[in-house]
Every structure is written in C-alpha cells, then in structure tokens.
C-alpha cells in the first residue's frame, strides 16, 4: 500500500518530499486496525470472524457496531498518542472517503484512497476479509494519470514486491 501510493505519487509529479508524505499515509492508513485490536483484541476478532459473510465495507461495518471506524480511529491515535497530525492523519483519516478531482497536483489524501482501492481491489490487503469495492478505473483520471496506465502501474508494483522480498529473505 505504501509502495503504491509512492508510485502514484511519483507518476503525477510530486516532489520527492510529498512522495514521502503520501508514502507515510499509505503506510499508515490501517493502524486503527492494530489499535483496535490493542484495545478489544477478543471483541475486535470476533468481529473479524464474523464480517467475512457480510456484503459491506469494513469501515462501515466497524461503524455499525462500535461507533467509529479504523480510519477515524487510526487518525485520533497518530494526532493524540503520536503527534502526528496534518497531512499523515488526514490520510489515514480518508483512505475510505472518495475525493473531487482537483486541477492542481492530488492530495496525498487522494493518493491514498486510490491506492487503497487499487491494493484491494486487486487483493494486495491486510488480510481481512471483508467485502471491497471495485476499483474503478475514473479514478486514475482524477488523479490526473490514463487509465491505459493501470496494467504498467500493477505490474511496477509487482516487481517492488518482489524486489523488496528478495531484500527480506
């Protein structure tokens, strides 16, 4: 997720710097879920359990049973635990929140929603099994990238991978 959103962000021109940032958000974007299971490891897992037959998303489905979601959840954890606030958090904050197209550079924010719903659509996820969205491919034009350019980011993404496996091993 992290990789990808670099790449997106290396594609429509951002700066080193803000390739970093939409980096960090992609990284970030999930860590409500390790809170939540910090804080409500039983519960939290046997809500888990249970979702995989659901026909929802899981931030709407956290929604309906504890009130807040891992992204608002994830968000409030990096602003008041870690301090980290502005962009990061708006990120993770947002990473289920589609965005209007803007005629400067994307967000980071945008960024990350894109390759959010790219990595799940494609089962590049965290493991949990819960109902996703397809990827819709006007989402690359509002980022300001050509649709054409889906297969080439995948398999760009593919090849970090296993680049970074490799490295692992």
């Not at 992609?26 to 995989?52: A, C, K, N, Q, T």
């Not at 980290?84 to 980071?108: E, L, M, Q």
Request: one cysteine or more; glycine letters at 6%; proline letters at 3%.
């Amino acid at each position: 997720m992290a990789l990808l959103t670099k790449l997106l962000s290396k594609m429509t021109g951002a700066r080193p710097f803000d390739q970093d940032t939409a980096y960090l958000g992609g990284l970030m974007h999930d860590i409500g879920i390790m809170v939540f299971s910090y804080l409500i490891p039983e519960e939290y897992d046997e809500f888990l359990r249970e979702i995989s037959e659901e026909n929802a998303t899981l931030d709407f489905l956290e929604q309906m049973e504890f009130s807040i979601d891992h992204a608002e959840l994830g968000a409030i954890f990096l602003e008041k635990s870690w301090q980290i606030s502005g962009v990061i958090s708006s990120s993770v904050r947002k990473h289920h929140t589609d965005f209007y197209a803007s005629p400067k550079k994307p967000s980071p924010e945008s960024l990350v929603y894109v390759a959010n719903s790219m990595c799940n659509a494609h089962g590049l996820n965290n493991g949990i099994h819960a109902f996703n969205d397809l990827f819709e491919d006007k989402l690359l034009t509002k980022i300001g990238l050509k649709v054409e350019s889906k297969e080439d980011i995948i398999q760009e993404l593919n090849s970090s991978v296993v680049s970074i496996e490799a490295m692992l091993l």
